[in-house]
């Protein structure tokens, strides 16, 4: 995409053998396996698209969802790469790039919009720190950041007092308070959250889901309209706000995002 015109990048572009072919799939995991580098792994096999999804991609003419394919746009562009935005002509950073597709696809339907307006109406005029603190399954990926660290993070870069915590663990919120008493903190999270596992979760009721759902666009909608948004790049969140607040005062306490 990066370097096509707007005319180009919404062209027709008819399905190739390549995007069906189940044995490139399995050669890309032989290869990834072989290289240890998983990002040469590419499972865009429509062989498990359903009819359905295969009727939508025939009328709109496309090959991938870009949920497909986000990982790889994401992967090969760096911060303070320059490319051609395919939205202007003009030369931007893949990160402003990123941060543009965000916008054209970042889109709420009505029910959810009002919802999250009505959860956020209070904090309209209020100006606070967000702190995103990922517990759960997520320790089988990375290790969880002390609560020490973030809140060194929230002391060097900024002096609100008010801090906004969005956490999978009711506990963590607890914690802080405890911890920092001198510091107003805020919260989305319930009692009952205990930290997130992706088993459970799959094995909720629609509407549970949906409403947990719900808390989590509320919890990304206050990040976003922090003054500072501290996270951490291992958690998919982390990486998300980043691209939504297009690096604007943006600090991840295990990693560095500027610096690759």
Sequence with gaps: MIGLSLDTLFETVPEIEITTNLRH???SIKKALRYRDFSLYRPYCLINDSKQVKAIKR???????????????CHYLKPNEKVISPFSNSEISSLTFLNQIDKAIWQYNQSVQEELNKRLESFQEKSFVGVHIRRGDKITEAKHSSLETYMNFVI???????????TDDYTTYKDLCTLYPDYEFITFSRPSNSGYQQGTFN???????????????????????????????????????????????????DYDFNSF
């Design 203 to 253: 094995r909720l009721d629609g509407l549970t889901k949906y409403n947990n759902t719900l808390d989590l666009f509320a919890d990304i909608e206050m990040l976003a309209k922090a003054e500072t948004f501290i996270g951490t790049f291992t958690s998919n969140v982390g990486q998300f706000m980043i691209i939504h607040r297009n690096g604007n005062r943006c600090y991840m306490v």
């Design 156 to 166: 060097k870069y900024s002096e609100q007092k008010r801090i906004f915590v969005a």
């Design 59 to 73: 009328k709109y003419h496309f090959d991938y969802y870009t949920q497909d394919i986000w990982y790889d746009i």
């Design 25 to 27: 799939s399995l050669g």
